[in-house]
């Protein structure tokens, strides 16, 4: 059996070597203490301070895809809108893990925000009265900073940020976590999962080349023993605003996400068509659902919604 653990860092030295948690890889990597301790199966010193940090929050929902760009981060901000507009007693929250591009700080329009540090650790922004968010983006000196550091360095600031944030009483914390194929992505999760989480939303588009990725992100849920809550396809079709033509921007070759969750037997939850206004507003930093609230996009979403309130209630009652 490997001696190196699921969520190694890129040089791990493997636990059974003398170099265990002292190597210059091990800093920062979430199983360093352990691995320096000598003892492989003492728990993560982390996991029960991200458990207490996460105590009071009733769902904790992530949100997965196989590869970057097909749209994680836009579906994590649009289910947060309309789950804080449709239940404005419901407390939501997004956290914003991605750590080599953490959009949410720019897609919900808190850009420059600075986060508050008291005594009882960091405190989220508040996009709206019952939607708040904190982002890795916000701890970045520059926004650029993540992107040169080694996976060590990523998986240290992933446990820090885990373990500080004050989020206090929330119906649903949305989980925005770095694309599935990275290994601060594996770390996030693993975090995440000792924490009993609700489940997972997996996003991807239509084409073969995301659905080969998020196949393995499925896999990966397996694996783990995380829940998919279902799978939602993004950037399905594409409405021409003036002719109303109907067009396929990324080609479903292989039967695209409805096929591949008959194929695995997991839920599929519904299509969301490519608009450019919701590019636009997501880039500006505008709430798409309150500003084109009969959009196709939004009922689309609505019905997503629906589902996804529907089974995490189920599996938690
Ligand atoms: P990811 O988080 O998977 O890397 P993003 O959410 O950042 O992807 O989306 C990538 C780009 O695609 C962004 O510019 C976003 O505005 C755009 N986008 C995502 N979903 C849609 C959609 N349904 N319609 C139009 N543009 C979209």
Not at 15 to 37: D, F, L, Y
Not at 81 to 105: E, R
Not at 106 to 117: A, C, F, K, P, T
Not at 242 to 258: D, L, M, V, Y
Request: net charge negative; aromatic share 4%.
């Amino acid at each position: 059996m490997s001696s190196v653990p699921d969520n190694a860092p890129q040089h791990c030295p493997g636990t059974q070597s003398e170099e265990a948690g002292k190597a210059s890889a091990c800093a920062g990597c979430p199983n360093q203490n352990i691995c320096a301790s000598g003892d492989a199966s003492l728990p993560d010193p982390a996991i029960p301070l991200i458990q207490h940090r996460l105590a009071n929050v009733k769902h904790k929902i992530l949100i997965l895809s196989g590869k970057g760009g097909v749209g994680k981060s836009t579906v994590t901000s649009l289910v947060g809108h309309a789950l804080a507009s449709k239940y404005p007693d419901a407390n939501v929250g997004i956290l914003d893990t991605d750590i080599c591009g953490p959009s949410q700080p720019r897609v919900m329009g808190v850009r420059g925000e600075m986060v508050h540090n008291s005594g009882s650790g960091w405190s989220p922004v508040y996009v709206t009265d019952n939607l708040s968010l904190m982002s890795i983006g916000f701890l970045l000196g520059r926004p650029d900073d993540a992107v040169i550091w080694r996976g060590p360095k990523k998986n240290g600031m992933i446990k820090q940020f885990l373990t500080e944030v004050d989020w206090g009483e929330l119906d649903y914390l949305l989980i925005d976590t770095p694309p599935g194929t990275s290994d601060e992505h594996i770390s996030a999760v693993q975090y995440l999962r000792a924490t009993g989480l609700t489940g997972a939303l997996v996003v991807t588009t239509p084409q073969e080349v995301s659905l080969l990725d998020v196949r393995k992100e499925l896999q990966f849920c397996e694996k783990l023993n995380v829940p998919v809550i279902g799978v939602i396809e993004n950037m399905s079709l594409f409405v021409c605003p003036n002719c109303k033509t109907r067009s396929e921007i990324f080609p479903a070759t292989t039967g695209g996400a409805a096929q591949m969750c008959i194929d695995l037997s997991v839920p599929m939850l519904g299509s969301l068509p490519l608009d450019p206004i919701l590019a636009r507003c997501c880039d500006d930093g505008r709430d798409f659902l309150a500003e084109l609230p009969a959009s196709p996009a939004v009922t689309a979403l609505k019905d997503i919604v629906d589902k996804v309130v529907a089974t995490v209630e189920k599996t938690t009652s």
